[in-house]
Each structure stands twice: as structure tokens, then as C-alpha cells.
């Protein structure tokens, strides 16, 4: 009986024949990725109830994505159909798919809003564990329950490849311990739903590229496990959320090329990211960026009154130190002979450069430390 069948990376086209009601019901691992298959989605499919994988990704399927995807693969785990050319909105009954792990829907031509219905998927609810996978599979093959990971054996590993932190990887190993949404390169509108917020398992998520509007939901800080968030290329508006910086595990952040405003949050996992990550939001202002308007008057004027007098005092130090070389070489020249004049002179312009250089560094170095005052506040 036909559990894994991998027909990626090849030159297949057409599209995918129905079987004739024969349909592929013991399938648990289905890869068809880049290929140049075509046509709507597979109602090959539809009675495959065992599918914990499902990799459709790298072709030119199109239409929208049935409902009966949420009610037939209730075992599923990875869903990706990525590089395709489905549209129409993503189907509420996506959320039936309590197990699904893994959701790439990314660089299609998907419209509507994210169904909040997603926050169904229990796995992503809570941080998975790779241990537990193979205890799992190790008591099934004991009581041979029927399930995919029996089927399958443990000997067999899965893959499905991802793109987060700004990189595509393949993932085999560590597959069953990550949890992950990307919807990014879409044109998907409407507010980010709050409900997706209670996804506290969530690895990676990725909905850049796509028309979202409103504010950042109020309780994304409480996705403690994200790694990578990408909300760069939208419409989204308001202030960053404090709570952003409390993700400790935060490696990857994009919030480029929005409607934000305001100042930006500092401290703790946000002060490890580069200016890169907030251009295009022209309301934005503070460290890394330029300093928020009205920061300059809460300077304080002993601080500018002690720039100008470290000014003053350098520009007489100078002074004084040019008469003083320019007075005794002038006494030189009127009193000592030649040969002594002139190691006079060699001696006076060494002189005159040592003290230069050593008072300039001197006062470069009091006016770096004041401006430090002057950011700190």
C-alpha cells in the first residue's frame, strides 16, 4: 500500500488526473514540488485522509483553495502550496486542521482577509517537542495503533523546506519541533487578527508583502517562541509595541515600508537590530533613527552651556599655544646663530606638533563624552 510518494523537482505537466475514483486514500507523505503541473487544486486528493504532508509548491495550480481542505486532511501537519497561482480568499475551514504545523501559502495571488479561524491549530498553541514526536511513533508501533507515524516507520524522515530569518532551508530533523505561517506575497487585506496572537507556539511568521492595514495586535508579545516576524510591506499604522522587545528568542525583524509612527520602543531584543528594519515608516523617530521631535529641548541647557565653553576653551588653548612657539622663534632668529637656529627651529615645530596633537585628543575626547550625555538622555 502506497504511504510516501515524492515526485518532486522534475519536469511533470499537466494536470493532476482524478484517478477515476481511485483515489490515493493511504497516502501520508505527498511531494509533487516544482514541477510544471497545472490546473485547480487535486481532487485526486480529496479522500486522502492519512496525509500528514503535503507539498504542492513550484507549480502553476490556480483557483481557490476548496473547502473540503479543512475537512479531509483533519491529520495534517505540513501544508505547502507556495509559487502557485491560487486566489481567491483562504478558506475559514483551513481552521479544522488542528494539527497543522507548518502553513505556506506564500507568493500566490490570495485576496480577503487571514481567516481568525486559524487560531484552531492546536499545534502551534503550544511549543512542540521533537522528543515527544518519537515517543509518540515508538508507543504506536508498540499497540500498532493505526496512525501516519506507524505507516510511515521510524526509519522514514520527512521534509519540507521554509523560509524564515531571511533564508530557505530544508527542514528534516528538527521538523516536527517547528511551528510556522507564512502568507507573505499575497493580497491579503483587512486587520491582522487578534486571534492569531494565542498561536504561543509560533516559530516563524511571515505576512509581508500583502495589503494589511490597522495596528500591530496588542498581544503579540505573548508569542514567547517567535524567532522571525516579518510584517514588512503593508499598511500597518500606529506605535511599535513594547512588548516586541520582550521576545528574548526575536533573531529576525522586519517592519519596513508600513504607516508606523512614533518612537521606537528601546531596550532588550529590539536594541540588537540595525536601522534597516524601520525604513519606510516616515513617522518613526529615535535610536537607530533620527531623534524624535521635541528631544532636543528636553536637552539639558547645562549640557549645551558646557559644549560652549569646552569650544571656547580649545580655541584658546590653540591661541595660546601658537604665540608662545611664534615668540620664542622669533628670539632665535635675533639671537642665536645659524647652525643653533635651526635645530631650534627643528625642535620648536616638534614641539609645536606634540602639543597640537595631544591637546586636539584631549578635547576630541571631552566632546565625545559629552554628546554620550547628551544621547543617554
Same mark, same amino acid.
Given at each position: 500500500?502506497?504511504?510516501?510518494?515524492?515526485?518532486?523537482?522534475?519536469?511533470?505537466?499537466?494536470?493532476?488526473?482524478?484517478?477515476?475514483?481511485?483515489?490515493?486514500?493511504?497516502?501520508?507523505?505527498l511531494?509533487?514540488?516544482?514541477?510544471?503541473?497545472?490546473?485547480?487544486?487535486?481532487?485526486?486528493?480529496?479522500?486522502?485522509?492519512?496525509?500528514?504532508?503535503l507539498?504542492?509548491?513550484?507549480?502553476?495550480?490556480?483557483?481557490?483553495?476548496?473547502?473540503?481542505?479543512?475537512?479531509?486532511?483533519?491529520l495534517?501537519?505540513?501544508l505547502?502550496?507556495?509559487?502557485?497561482?491560487?486566489?481567491?480568499? #483562504? =478558506?475559514?475551514?483551513? !481552521?479544522?486542521?488542528?494539527?497543522l504545523?507548518? /502553513? *505556506? &501559502? @506564500?507568493? %500566490?495571488? +490570495?485576496?480577503g482577509?487571514?481567516?481568525?479561524?486559524?487560531s484552531?491549530?492546536?499545534s502551534?498553541?503550544?511549543?512542540?517537542?521533537?522528543?515527544?514526536?518519537?515517543?509518540?511513533?515508538?508507543?504506536?508501533?508498540?499497540?500498532?495503533?493505526?496512525?501516519?507515524?506507524?505507516?510511515?516507520?521510524?526509519?522514514?524522515?520527512?521534509?519540507?523546506?521554509i523560509?524564515?530569518?531571511?533564508?530557505?532551508?530544508?527542514?528534516?530533523?528538527?521538523?516536527?519541533a517547528?511551528?510556522s505561517?507564512?502568507?507573505?506575497?499575497?493580497?491579503?487585506?483587512?486587520?491582522?487578527?487578534?486571534?492569531?496572537?494565542?498561536l504561543?507556539?509560533?516559530?516563524?511568521l511571515?505576512l509581508?508583502?500583502?495589503?494589511?492595514?490597522?495596528? #500591530? =495586535?496588542?498581544?503579540? !508579545?505573548?508569542?514567547?517562541?517567535?524567532?522571525s /516576524? *516579518? &510584517? @514588512?510591506? %503593508?499598511? +500597518?499604522?500606529?506605535?511599535?509595541?513594547?512588548?516586541?522587545?520582550?521576545?528574548?528568542?526575536?533573531?529576525f525583524?522586519?517592519?519596513?515600508?508600513?504607516?508606523?509612527?512614533?518612537?521606537i520602543?528601546?531596550?532588550?531584543?529590539?536594541?540588537?537590530?540595525?536601522?534597516?528594519?524601520?525604513?519606510?515608516n516616515?513617522?518613526?523617530?529615535?535610536?537607530?533613527?533620527?531623534?524624535?521631535?521635541?528631544?532636543?529641548?528636553n536637552?539639558?541647557?547645562y549640557?549645551?552651556?558646557d559644549?560652549?565653553?569646552l569650544?571656547?576653551?580649545l580655541?584658546?588653548?590653540?591661541?595660546?599655544?601658537g604665540?608662545?612657539v611664534?615668540?620664542?622663534?622669533?628670539l632665535?632668529?635675533?639671537?642665536?646663530?645659524?647652525?643653533?637656529? #635651526?635645530?631650534?627651529?627643528?625642535?620648536?615645530d616638534n614641539m609645536?606638533?606634540?602639543?597640537?596633537?595631544?591637546l586636539?585628543?584631549?578635547?576630541t575626547?571631552?566632546?565625545?563624552?559629552?554628546?554620550?550625555?547628551?544621547?543617554?538622555?
Amino acid at each position: 500500500m502506497l504511504r510516501v510518494l515524492h515526485l518532486s523537482n522534475n519536469y511533470l505537466s499537466g494536470e493532476v488526473p482524478n484517478c477515476n475514483d481511485s483515489y490515493p486514500i493511504s497516502l501520508n507523505s505527498l511531494h509533487m514540488n516544482n514541477n510544471n503541473l497545472l490546473g485547480s487544486f487535486p481532487s485526486a486528493l480529496r479522500n486522502s485522509y492519512e496525509l500528514v504532508t503535503l507539498d504542492l509548491g513550484g507549480n502553476k495550480f490556480f483557483g481557490k483553495i476548496p473547502n473540503w481542505v479543512g475537512r479531509s486532511f483533519s491529520l495534517l501537519k505540513f501544508l505547502r502550496l507556495s509559487s502557485d497561482s491560487f486566489d481567491h480568499a #483562504i =478558506p475559514a475551514s483551513i !481552521g479544522n486542521l488542528t494539527s497543522l504545523q507548518v /502553513l *505556506d &501559502l @506564500s507568493f %500566490n495571488n +490570495l485576496i480577503g482577509s487571514i481567516p481568525s479561524s486559524m487560531s484552531n491549530f492546536n499545534s502551534m498553541v503550544v511549543k512542540q517537542n521533537y522528543t515527544d514526536h518519537l515517543l509518540y511513533a515508538s508507543v504506536c508501533d508498540i499497540k500498532f495503533y493505526r496512525c501516519p507515524v506507524c505507516h510511515m516507520g521510524n526509519s522514514f524522515k520527512d521534509n519540507i523546506i521554509i523560509t524564515a530569518k531571511g533564508l530557505t532551508n530544508e527542514y528534516t530533523n528538527a521538523l516536527s519541533a517547528v511551528a510556522s505561517i507564512d502568507l507573505s506575497n499575497n493580497n491579503i487585506s483587512g486587520e491582522i487578527p487578534k486571534e492569531i496572537t494565542k498561536l504561543h507556539g509560533l516559530d516563524f511568521l511571515n505576512l509581508s508583502n500583502n495589503h494589511l492595514i490597522g495596528r #500591530i =495586535p496588542e498581544n503579540l !508579545g505573548a508569542m514567547k517562541e517567535l524567532e522571525s /516576524l *516579518d &510584517l @514588512s510591506m %503593508n499598511y +500597518l499604522m500606529g506605535e511599535i509595541l513594547v512588548e516586541l522587545s520582550a521576545l528574548s528568542f526575536l533573531e529576525f525583524l522586519n517592519l519596513s515600508h508600513n504607516n508606523l509612527s512614533g518612537r521606537i520602543p528601546t531596550g532588550d531584543q529590539l536594541s540588537t537590530f540595525n536601522d534597516s528594519i524601520y525604513v519606510g515608516n516616515e513617522g518613526l523617530c529615535g535610536v537607530p533613527l533620527p531623534e524624535c521631535p521635541g528631544d532636543e529641548a528636553n536637552h539639558s541647557p547645562y549640557q549645551v552651556e558646557d559644549d560652549d565653553k569646552l569650544e571656547r576653551v580649545l580655541d584658546y588653548a590653540i591661541i595660546v599655544m601658537g604665540f608662545i612657539v611664534g615668540f620664542w622663534t622669533y628670539l632665535g632668529v635675533i639671537f642665536i646663530k645659524k647652525t643653533t637656529r #635651526i635645530t631650534l627651529f627643528q625642535m620648536v615645530d616638534n614641539m609645536y606638533d606634540w602639543m597640537y596633537m595631544h591637546l586636539s585628543l584631549k578635547f576630541t575626547k571631552l566632546k565625545l563624552k559629552w554628546q554620550e550625555k547628551s544621547l543617554s538622555t
